[in-house]
T-cell receptor
Framework: GQNIDQPTEMTATEGAIVQINCTYQ??????LFWYQQHAGEAPTFLSYNVLDGLEEKGRFSSFLSRSKGYSYLLLKELQMKDSASYLCAAMDSNYQLIWGAGTKLIIKP | ETGVTQTPRHLVMGMTNKKSLKCEQHLGHNAMYWYKQSAKKPLELMFV???????ENNSVPSRFSPECPNSSHLFLHLHTLQPEDSALYLC?????????????FGPGTRLTVL
């Protein structure tokens, strides 16, 4: 079957670094997406990885290992506005997204 | 603002009502999606339309009926819903066959069924 696993909740301190892990199992693979969703709002696109390695975008970076079925989202210099849910989604061979349940990130001052 | 709008933002309906959710995308995309998001659960794909043709129906009950009159508009018609259908309904669009497979989401309709 197809499955995405990510932690339910994480807590971090303002100014610190946090890594949110995601493991996936899909029928075929066409890339791994990370989205951010603030409470009551739309998921917004953060990153896309299809090749192994690290993609950096400002304070956010995303890593992919296809052989391990593993990805992580790294957030640096955390700000209070980074408090949100982070959704991991893998695209299968039919170009459909298989979603994780999301990781709720709580930032403390 | 992602270029995908949804109305209404909030909807409360009884089990015998009929209502419709509307989605419009201003991105020139050719694929549109309906998702259901329940608390602490993964997004559930409901329907997919590519070039106005329905290409996916994920075993959704017939009390949900989609309509895609053109590539910019998508509707979800609701009738005789159940309380367990209360959730956030998200619309998304994508440029199928383009350089990127990214889906862009609307703000959602928060549906409560009494």
């Amino acid at each position: 079957g197809q499955n995405i696993d990510q932690p339910t909740e994480m807590t971090a301190t303002e100014g610190a670094i946090v890594q949110i892990n995601c493991t996936y199992q899909t029928s075929g693979f066409n890339g791994l997406f990370w989205y951010q969703q603030h409470a009551g709002e739309a998921p917004t696109f953060l990153s896309y990885n299809v090749l192994d390695g690290l993609e950096e975008k400002g304070r956010f970076s995303s890593f992919l290992s296809r052989s391990k079925g593993y990805s992580y989202l790294l957030l640096k210099e955390l700000q209070m506005k980074d408090s949100a849910s982070y959704l991991c989604a893998a695209m299968d061979s039919n170009y459909q997204l298989i979603w994780g349940a999301g990781t709720k990130l709580i930032i403390k001052p | 603002e992602t270029g995908v709008t949804q109305t209404p933002r909030h909807l409360v309906m009884g089990m015998t009502n009929k209502k419709s959710l509307k989605c419009e995308q201003h991105l020139g995309h050719n694929a549109m999606y309906w998702y259901k998001q329940s608390a602490k659960k993964p997004l559930e794909l409901m329907f997919v339309y590519n070039f106005k043709e329905q290409t996916e129906n994920n075993s959704v009950p017939s009390r949900f009926s989609p309509e895609c009159p053109n590539s910019s508009h998508l509707f979800l018609h609701l009738h005789t819903l159940q309380p367990e259908d209360s959730a956030l309904y998200l619309c998304a669009s994508r440029n199928s066959g383009g350089d990127t497979d990214t889906q862009y989401f609307g703000p959602g309709t928060r549906l409560t069924v009494l």
